[in-house]
Each structure stands twice: as C-alpha cells, then as structure tokens.
C-alpha cells in the first residue's frame, strides 16, 4: 500500500446523498425567491459546507437566508434520507476489504457530525465508523476548498499529509486535497472527469479503489 491513510469524503463517495440533497436545496432555494436547478445546486454547492450556500446567495443577490434555513434544510434532508438513501455501490466491499488488509481509513467532510451520523446509520455504514474516525467542517474554521479539514483529519489520525490519500468527488474537495499536500483519487461516477482534472488520478467504479491504491 503506498499511502498509510485513506481519507473519504463522505456525500457521493461513500453514501449516495447527492441527488437527493442537491434536488432538496434547490427546491428550498427556489421556494425562498432564488431559482435554482437541481444543475445549478451540483455545480455551485456539492461538497461544500452550508456557509458557502450563505455566502453565493448573498454575494449575487445582497439577500440573507433565513435564520432557520440550515435547520429547515436538513430536517428536510434527514426525512429523506431515512426513506431513500443508500451506500454508494461498492461502500461495503471497500471498507471490508481495507479493514481486512490493516489499512487505515476516516472520512472527512463538509457536513455536519449529524448529517454524517444520520447518514451511516441509516446506510449501516456506521458500523466502519467509530467517533475517531469521523471529521466534520465542524471541526475547523473554514471548509472545503481550505485544505484545513484534511489537515486536522491526518493530523488526529497521526498520518504525515503526504502520506494520505483523499477519495473525493467534488472540484471543491480535489482543490482542498491539492492543498492540503495529499494525493486525491477523484471517483468520477457523478462528476464529469474534466471537473475533477486537479486529481491525482481518476476512477468510476468505488470497487476498484482498493487495486488502484497499491
């Protein structure tokens, strides 16, 4: 193995929660007087932390979101979440597999610890997941495309950065990986490839991740 860490994001890598976020954001956004496309909400908010849906909404439109729009969204995303949402296909066979090998791995994303929570639970993904292994925009200042996220995960895992990996589907996350230091292996089953060119390399099939790691 040529890394000593694997870093996950979690949204579209792990547990398939684009869709049905991104579909739920922009139909928030638009109720509230700013139209957007379920394409719009993909390419200017996924794999960024809720700040940034403040700050574009209010850069473009000099507008503030209500006080309660993060509780309202995600209440709406948690509902959904517990009625549709499923691993990634080949989340499970992944994580079998580096546990079996004695590799280490967390993951490390722009939602919140409970999103996260709600996520695995309802995914059974939780079962891979210790509290030491989950990192949160939470959990530092500025998120994705600031490297910091990254930085505090290998930092508590006691990995050198250039020692990780980060497994990311996102141009924001890619950016924060490069940053960082780290190599990023971009899964590119949702995100067209040229979004995801700043990648160490590209894949399309998380099954394949394990191989492409040796």
Known sequence: ????????????????SEPISNGLLAAYLTELGHPTSYEDSVRDYMGSAMHRVHDLVHERTGQRLPDDFDDVFHGRVFAAFERELRPVAG????????????VPYC??????HERIRVGHRTTGLDRWFDAGRVFSSQDVG??????????HAAERMGVPPRR?????D??????????????????????????????????SNLEDLPDLLV
């Open 1 to 16: 193995m040529r890394y000593d860490l694997v870093i996950f994001d979690n949204d579209g890598v792990l547990v398939d």
């Open 91 to 102: 989340a499970v066979q992944v994580l079998e597999k580096l546990t079996a090998d004695g």
């Open 142 to 151: 500025r998120g994705k495309p600031a490297p910091d996220l990254f930085l």
């Open 107 to 112: 993951v490390a994303s722009s939602g919140s």
């Open 170 to 203: 996102s141009p924001l996350g890619v950016q924060a990986a490069n940053a960082a230091g780290m190599d990023v292996y971009g899964f590119t089953a949702m995100t067209p490839a040229a979004r995801l060119a700043g990648a160490t390399r590209l894949f």
């Open 164 to 168: 990780c990996v980060v497994v990311e």
